[in-house]
């Protein structure tokens, strides 16, 4: 019975561990497939809030990891450098010869100290990809993420993002 007891405590455990990670894509699929040769002008959205707080850098931190993903399967990305509106980004990547526009929104982070309070950190975040010739929307996504309860101090919301995010770009190609 003991030993019983201790095999559940030990996958429970093990299951709060877990991050768990969602992506909602939105919108018509389109039929553009992206390739090596696309250039990728990719957003830098605004610094996630939650509450009073704002949590600073976490606009580049996002947006260095969408770049990330894209640059491991396209020969030429190429993050802005300060946050900018749909329309400043899109007239970037027109002025600039890119052809696709990544506009990432973050729509919720909140960094929790999950290992004293057993609140969650969640993220999420919103991805757009534009042709920009056309202005038409190619493929969009939530990317949701919420870290488990047993992290013991070493998740923040930016480490919730580089697989669900990879996974929607992988998608794209």
Not at 87 to 113: G, K, M, Q
Request: glycine share 6%; charged share 20%.
């Amino acid at each position: 019975m003991k030993k019983c007891i201790a095999i559940i405590v030990s996958v429970l455990l093990l299951a709060s561990c877990a991050d768990t990670h969602q992506v909602v894509r939105s919108g018509a699929s389109s039929d553009v497939r992206l390739n090596e040769t696309s250039t990728i002008y990719i957003a830098v959205p605004a610094d996630g809030v939650y509450g009073a707080n704002t949590y600073h850098g976490s606009g580049q931190n996002t947006a260095q990891i969408v770049n990330s993903a894209f640059a491991k399967r396209s020969r030429s990305t190429k993050v802005g450098r300060t946050p900018q509106s749909f329309a400043e980004a899109r007239d970037t990547a027109l002025s600039e010869n890119w052809e696709f526009l990544v506009y990432p929104t973050i729509l919720h982070w909140e960094d929790r100290a999950t290992e004293w309070s057993a609140i969650p950190d969640t993220v999420e975040v919103k991805i757009e990809v534009v042709e920009t010739e056309t202005d038409s929307s190619i493929a969009s996504a939530v990317i949701k993420g919420k870290s488990g309860l047993a992290t013991f101090g070493g998740d923040h919301p930016q480490d919730l993002l580089p697989q669900p995010i990879d996974d929607f770009v992988s998608s794209l190609y």
